[in-house]
């Protein structure tokens, strides 16, 4: 099973993450107003995230994109707005059209989100990226998803296998699913851990952007946030960024106010692990009711734990204050 | 009246010089000529003295390019001062026998200076040669490349600016579109170079020699092939020939880099060809790469009775050495990335070539369909170099060669098919709807290969008409 056959709201890492990227689109648009850009997503059956950014940021000129034709019926059915507008299309259609569905949409800028669930085929959703980069122009903004987790590479740990001949024949397939947009340092097979293969990804991900980019030397890629969740099935990871006129970039980076942002950061190094712990309504109050104290204070006056370690337990408690306030509320509604 | 000639000048322009210079080269190339130029470094030091398995070992250069600067300082021996003055800043070079009986890649006397101009305005060469007591230094700055002035300044110094024999170049006031190629946060340029240097150089890395980009060593990708090294058991072997012609030595080894590829591994190649795809030839000249892992006619593929290349032949992968301290015999182009393919040792081999490629191409098309039952074969055959393969192989298993003398050849005997009742493929399309329908029917679920519910319907009713057939 596939984690898009979860809905959203059962996925409270994935929910955190989309509300981090809206944040990142209430940053750019303190620099430019989004209100008049296109923004196209694989919004799935139930558009979840066009939605949000339509009541967050206001934008109307909305645009799935969906090959799957039940996808897309459903779709059709569940379209919240006449001015969301839903076409079937594979993303590579997509991406090859993108100049005449900006004519069509009459917009200057877009948002695009290519959301790659699937760990089928990596390297021709990379070179959809570096054909995407290679098209859209200063100002727009892309967000990418792709599959990081190491299960998906087609090895199994076999039963005598020892972990680091196993790490090393992920590293070879690994190597094979990304072709040439494999690191040219191979990195230590002791990496081959989830994360590391995040690091894989998130390099992989920066050159097809940077090979699209070849042709334009005038623009440049500033990545604003990348991170790393499970949705309970697979490790994802995720990228945003905004392409921007090389002149333009210090003037972006002020008004944005992105240096006031935790969860911004436009290095490629840094990739943020989004991993909320699983807590009751009841847990979560009680720590609440203390939570402008520091971690380790609140921790003492819980009449509970997270782990038989005192240390992890405090760092679990940290990983929630730090989302606490994008923690999903989740309820039992009667229609 | 005496009738005196005018004076026609016909000196050439600088200016022309170097731009034309820089356009026949790639950058990754230019960089590539100051690698050999420290490995030339070396083998000067060396005199052809190699019976060592690393021979190469405690040399280096290490590389440093970022968007404002380009540095290569290697520890390889430095300039000779009077080379310096009288040879090495000129374009072009007067003497090709400079480095007679030295197994040197450098022909033309050009790879420095193109490289110095292709990157950049301003450069700094500061050499400290072995067996002399001074350091020197050669600038060239913006100022002398617009003008029409052809000398330079060589300063010598005391000072110990390099801590070993060697040298250090550095470019500065890099032309627009290398600074962008250097920045990381611009380009992947970087990632394209080391992997270039990892296959170009695996040789000459193996043979000992570091090479770092911006602090990161570079470990070499050899080329190796599949082989039993005679063991009886299972005859996966390469084809082998070895000859001496025109004063260079060559070997080839062609064979199998891995098992044969699978229907389904076909199908995701079809669709995603891999860049980093290593079949095909390699051709290395005194240790060199020149050309990495070609699929072309240049080396043999659709010549003759070859078939062209074709994903099904993946698994297949061959080297060529050629080794001379007669550079001009080489096959090698002023670029050093192509073949010279008019030269006599490069002619005479390529009919080896194509003879051990096509046993391969055969053999792969004999077993297609089968693919998996070949893979016993491979699975009793290990990865060696191809230099470790031919001195593993006994003298008495190679045969020779009519048309040249002293060649020998090693033809390995690959296992044959059996032809009784033999395996035809089954190609067909249905709907998809239809097929998970069947999928869900036969095996609980909708993520099944195509091929595997065919496979299951196909063998369903084989085994009903069978059973029937026993009934009646």
Known sequence: MSGQDVPYYLRPNKHVERQIFLEILTHINRWTNLTDYLYASMGGKYLEDLKAVYSSLGIKNLLSIECNRVTYERQMFNRPFSFLDCLKITTGEFISQLDNVMEDKKAKNCIVWLDYASAKNRQGQLQEVETIASKLAANDVLKITLNASRKTLGADKEENESEDDFQKRLLEKAKAKLGAYFPGHIPNHSRMTDSGFAEIISHAAKAAILKGLAGSQNISFLPLGQYRYNDGFHWMYTLTGIFLKREDEDDFRRRSDIADSDFISTDWQVITEIALPDLSIRERIEIDLNINLRPDEIHAKLPFGFDSDPDRSVETLKRYIKHYKRYPNFVRAVF | MTNTPAKVDAHPSKRFFVSMLTRDIELKDAILDLLDNCVDGIERQLHSEESKEKPYSGFWAKITANKDKFEIWDNCGGIPTDIAIKSAFKMGRDDPEKDAGIHTVGMYGIGMKRALFKMGKKSRVVSRPKNEEKSFTVEINPEWLESNEWELEL?????????????????????????????????????????????????????????????????????????????????????????????????????????????????????????????????????????????????????????????????????????????????????????????????????YMTEGLKIFTDFTNKWKGREEETNDFFNNATPKKPREILSAIENSKFSSVRKIEGAKKYTPQLPVPEEKNPLRRIVFTRPSEDITTLAIALFDGSKVKPTDVGQRCFDLKLEEVKSKRISK
């Open chain 2, 155 to 351: 300063n010598h110094t005391d000072d110990e600016i390099l801590t070993e024999n060697g040298t250090k170049i550095t470019i500065e006031e890099l032309h627009d579109n290398i600074a962008f190629q250097f920045d990381e946060n611009s380009s992947d340029f970087q990632d394209d170079l080391v992997r270039t240097i990892k296959q170009f150089y695996a040789l000459i890395i193996d043979k000992g020699f570091e090479v770092t980009l911006n602090g990161i060593p570079i470990e070499g990708a050899p080329i190796t092939l599949l082989t039993t090294l005679q063991s009886t058991s299972s005859p996966i072997d390469p084809f082998i020939f070895k000859a001496q012609i025109d004063d260079v030595d060559i070997s080839v080894a062609v064979g199998f880099r891995r098992r044969l590829a699978s229907e389904s591994e076909l199908e995701e190649e079809t669709k995603n060809p891999r860049t980093s795809d290593e079949a095909g030839w390699t051709v290395i000249c005194n240790d060199r790469a020149v050309l990495y892992c070609d699929k072309s006619q240049i080396t043999g593929w659709g010549r003759a009775t070859v078939p062209r290349y074709h994903t099904q032949f993946i698994s297949i992968s061959g080297v060529v050495e050629f080794r001379s301290n007669k550079l001009m015999n080489l096959p090698l182009n002023t670029t050093k990335r192509g073949l010279d393919t008019s030269s006599k040792a490069y002619l005479s081999v390529f009919d």
